[in-house]
């Protein structure tokens, strides 16, 4: 059975909290909401409860989480050593959208990386997540709260079509304020590497640390959840740059959803038309609602119009091409 917590981020009730925060001190499975995206938290110490998150999302073995804590010298005992280009980042981003890679210490399981002698760390901001953590009174270990390979949920209903069932607890906290995940940044090499793009831009982070390399090396991935099928909604889906989305047209036995951006209502042509947002904040903070919402009006293919790279664009283009699959209209 999962029980279902409400807390209002403005206002939370500590003893209802305290519920969800027995639960994972007890190695048990919890959702709970970031400013990001929802996270599926488990004891970061505790390989057995760590094991469990793999399981309830069917996620691939070799795909590591993110470690999950409420005070920024937490991170001491999580990792060797802090680089010295962490300063900087830690006193602007955290709490916040960014999560840094650095050596793993011998207290967090290897599971946590998936075997890996690093392991990625992010002090969350959202008030919810954040008193979570500090009552659980251990970091937590947590992957975005979808079955794997389905669109990152933003509002607890969408975690609850995932894994009801599946987990001990699920927090509803309202919706997510950025919607796509954290800036993913490697700092267990130098020059460090950007291995997700996140509402913390890469000319943000050059600007606080100087020059940083934009993708991950060749030969295998460094991040190994980005080669795995991600944000994938039932519906096909094709990206579509901005000229090129007066060219979507309707197809016969077809419905055909249009998630539409910077283009006006009579350019385009389809079944479903939902808005991505008027700028590139409320794109990234619907993306993963709209996907959804695509399927539950009954599309069958997606064409979603992506918008200029730069700054948050980047990020937001990661998503939709990887919802894509790399297809492009
Ligand atoms: O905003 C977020 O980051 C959300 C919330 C819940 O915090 N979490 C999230 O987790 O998106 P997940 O598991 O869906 O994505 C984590 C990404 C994956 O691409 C994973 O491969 C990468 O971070 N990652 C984690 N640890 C890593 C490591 N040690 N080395 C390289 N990549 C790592
Ligand atoms: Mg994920």
């Known amino acids: 059975?999962?029980?279902?917590?409400?807390?209002?981020?403005?206002?939370?009730?500590?003893?209802?909290?305290?519920?969800?925060?027995?639960?994972?001190k007890h190695g048990g499975l919890c959702a709970f909401p970031t400013e990001t995206v929802y996270g599926l938290?488990?004891?970061?110490?505790?390989?057995?409860?760590?094991?469990?998150?793999?399981?309830?999302?069917?996620?691939?073995?070799?795909?590591?989480?993110?470690?999950?804590?409420?005070?920024?010298?937490?991170?001491?005992?999580?990792?060797?050593?802090?680089?010295?280009?962490?300063?900087?980042?830690?006193?602007?981003?955290?709490?916040?959208p960014l999560t840094l890679i650095m050596e793993r210490s011998?207290?967090?399981?290897?599971?946590v990386s998936a075997g890996l002698c690093t392991v990625a760390v992010r002090l969350v901001a959202h008030p919810v997540a954040n008193a979570l953590i500090r009552l659980a009174g251990v970091p937590v270990a947590a992957p975005s709260a979808n079955i794997s390979g389905r669109p990152s949920p933003t509002i607890a209903r969408h975690v609850i079509?995932?894994?009801?069932?599946?987990?001990?607890c699920i927090i509803d906290g309202g919706s997510c304020m950025y919607g796509i995940e954290s800036t993913v940044l490697d700092l267990?090499?130098?020059?460090?590497v950007l291995l997700r793009p996140g509402a913390i831009t890469s000319e943000e982070i050059?600007?606080?640390?100087?020059?940083?390399?934009?993708?991950?090396g060749d030969g295998a991935p460094k991040s190994p959840g980005m080669k795995y099928t991600h944000y994938s909604p039932k519906a096909t889906v094709f990206?579509?740059?901005?000229?090129?989305?007066?060219?979507?047209?309707?197809?016969?036995?077809?419905?055909?959803?249009?998630l539409s951006y910077g283009v006006s209502k009579d350019e385009i042509c389809g079944d479903i038309v939902l808005s991505a947002g008027k700028n590139i904040r409320e794109y990234a903070a619907c993306l993963f609602y709209n996907l959804r919402e695509f399927d539950s009006l009954g599309a069958d293919v997606i064409y979603a119009v992506l918008p200029p790279s730069g700054g948050m664009g980047d990020a937001v283009r990661n998503r939709v091409i990887k919802a894509a699959g790399g297809k492009f209209l």
Do not use: C
Request: hydrophobic share 40%; aromatic share 4%; glycine share 6%.
């Open 1 to 24: 059975m999962t029980k279902i917590i409400k807390i209002n981020p403005y206002d939370i009730d500590e003893e209802s909290l305290m519920e969800a925060a027995d639960v994972i």
């Open 41 to 96: 938290g488990a004891n970061a110490y505790d390989m057995e409860a760590v094991q469990k998150i793999f399981k309830a999302k069917g996620r691939p073995q070799d795909n590591p989480l993110i470690v999950h804590i409420s005070r920024a010298e937490d991170v001491y005992p999580i990792v060797k050593r802090v680089p010295e280009k962490a300063h900087p980042l830690m006193e602007r981003f955290w709490g916040g």
């Open 106 to 111: 011998g207290k967090v399981p290897p599971v």
């Open 161 to 168: 079509e995932d894994l009801n069932g599946r987990v001990d």
């Open 188 to 192: 267990s090499v130098d020059p460090p």
């Open 206 to 216: 050059e600007e606080a640390i100087g020059r940083i390399s934009l993708k991950a």
């Open 239 to 258: 990206a579509v740059e901005i000229d090129r989305a007066n060219k979507v047209s309707k197809l016969s036995g077809k419905r055909v959803g249009i």
